[in-house]
């Protein structure tokens, strides 16, 4: 079961969820916006005005558009976790040497959030930053099932075998399926640290033939084994935030 707030705020709630709505659409007007998420035109108007003062958000004529200043805060957040930290690096490694695509994924409320990619086509739309619902892409299921005892409830839309995949992370770490509804197969499996807590995943693309297939099944239980031995050991990376920041364009 996913995190509830003993006393959810509110107006932080919709502050999010206009953010949320303006990155959907790209640019929005409060009437838009306030049909679209149920509110009234004077709070979606209260809230824009706040995020506008504080730089979040441009007015462009009656439409409002979200600024680059939350891009400082996201690169901070991916520079911060150790996750992409442990992982980064190793991920482009092995997708180089098996030419083939591989995603990292976090953990973020009830989705995943592809926190870096490599080797991956330019048609795939799984840049950094993408998020696919837990139970809606097998990155997501893995990171689910192997952060909770309890199973996906019956009624979360998923398409996969959520007690067969459980199955296969007992038995090997890791699971086989499409990577979601709107891409080709791969191997994920979920990154765990010394306490058993789960901070995302890596998914890595399977190409065609059983030979290549196996092998990078095998590469993925390598990876997963060497991302998890750097949490272990609370290995640290030499690169700066400035270096980070710059390797993320694109």
Not at 100 to 125: E, I, K, R, Y
Not at 151 to 166: F, K, L, Q, V
Not at 207 to 232: K, M, N, Y
């Amino acid at each position: 079961m996913e995190y509830e707030a003993n006393r959810r705020v509110e107006a932080s709630a919709r502050t999010f969820a206009i953010l949320e709505r303006l990155c959907e659409v790209d640019s929005a007007g409060v009437s838009a916006l306030a049909a679209d998420l149920e509110m009234s035109k004077g709070i979606v108007h209260n809230h824009l005005s706040t995020l506008r003062e504080l730089g979040y958000v441009r007015k462009l004529g009656d439409d409002y558009q979200l600024t680059p200043r939350l891009l400082g805060q996201g690169l901070r957040a991916r520079s911060n976790a150790r996750l992409h930290r442990y992982a980064a690096d190793l991920c482009s490694e092995v997708a180089a040497h098996l030419t083939t695509g591989v995603v990292l994924c976090q953990h973020a409320a009830d989705d995943c959030t592809v926190v870096d990619a490599a080797g991956l086509p330019s048609g795939a739309d799984l840049g950094v930053g993408t998020t696919l619902p837990l139970t809606e892409s097998l990155v997501g299921l893995v990171t689910l099932i192997a952060g909770s005892a309890d199973e996906p409830p019956a009624d979360a839309g998923t398409a996969y075998d959520s007690a067969g995949i459980r199955a296969n992370l007992d038995a090997d770490g890791y699971a086989t399926g499409p990577l979601s509804p709107d891409h080709g197969g791969c191997v994920a499996a979920p990154i765990l640290d010394a306490d058993g807590d789960c901070h995302g995943s890596v998914g890595v693309v399977l190409p065609a033939g059983e030979q290549a297939r196996q092998r990078v099944t095998e590469a993925t239980a390598s990876l997963r084994d060497r991302i998890e031995a750097r949490f272990d050991s609370g290995w640290a990376d030499e690169r700066s935030f400035a270096t980070e920041k710059h390797s993320w364009v694109g």
